[in-house]
């Protein structure tokens, strides 16, 4: 059974302050999804990283892939407190075809203060 | 181009009654994937439709729940004989193909008294 866990599962930090979440799988997956939730609200898809190396950038978020090591990492610059939200990581159950559901995390609660 | 839609946004229903949760995909898209998800909980996956057929339903719990996506019209989940447990929120997701990133609705938050 594929396990998804991330950490940490709660983060409270500063303006200004760098971070970085962690997510660590179980199985072998070459897709790896990183999405972000505002309270209430859906999942808005932020990226997704699909291959050993990858390394992606979205304004103050970074994401990258190391499948050898089975482990993922969302690194925030500079914190603003728009980036205020649950952010999960997703793995593909089935990498080898067929099932496509998603294994995710149970989330990283970030709250930014000014 | 509208987004994966989902309704109703929010339900209520009694404890023995039925639940019929709607999903209508982005245009273009013909991968289905509903997931539900606890407070404070990730989403847990529970099963994969195409148009017609259902690919993969492992996360489903074998009785009171069924879904279908029809050659014409939404998805839909049901659950039948709802109970306290099932209390949480429903998200359908849709890809244009298969391992693709998959587009989340707003969800169906259903609540059971």
């Known amino acids: 059974e594929l396990k998804v866990e991330q950490n940490p599962l709660f983060l409270s930090m500063q303006e200004g302050k760098n971070y970085t979440i962690y997510c660590n799988y179980s199985?072998?997956?070459?897709?790896l999804y990183w999405y972000r939730q505002d309270p209430g609200k859906s999942l808005e898809s932020l990226f997704v990283?699909?291959?050993?190396?990858a390394v992606k950038q979205e304004g103050r978020l970074m994401a990258s892939l190391d499948t050898k090591a089975r482990l993922s990492t969302l690194h925030i610059t500079a914190a603003v407190h728009d980036l205020s939200a649950t952010y999960f990581c997703?793995?593909?159950?089935?990498?080898?075809?067929?099932?496509?559901?998603?294994?995710f995390g149970k989330g990283t609660h970030l709250i930014i203060q000014p | 181009n509208a987004g994966v839609m989902q309704n109703p946004r929010h339900l209520v229903r009694r404890r023995g009654q039925e639940a019929r949760l709607r999903c209508s995909p982005m245009?273009?898209?013909?991968?289905v994937y509903w997931y539900r998800q606890l407070p404070e909980e990730g989403l847990k996956f529970m099963v994969y439709?195409?148009?017609?057929?259902?690919?993969?339903e492992s996360g489903m719990p074998k009785e009171r729940f069924s879904a279908e996506f029809p050659k014409e019209g939404p998805s839909i989940l049901r659950i039948q004989q709802v109970v306290r447990g099932d209390s949480a929120a429903y998200f359908c997701?849709?890809?244009?193909?298969?391992?693709?990133?998959?587009?989340f609705g707003p969800g169906t938050r259903l609540t059971v008294l």
């Open positions: 199985t072998t997956s070459d897709r």
């Open positions: 997701a849709s890809s244009p193909w298969t391992r693709n990133t998959q587009y």
């Open positions: 439709l195409q148009k017609e057929n259902i690919i993969d």
């Open positions: 997703a793995v593909d159950m089935d990498s080898g075809g067929g099932a496509d559901g998603l294994t």
């Open positions: 245009k273009g898209h013909s991968h």
């Open positions: 990283l699909l291959s050993n190396g």
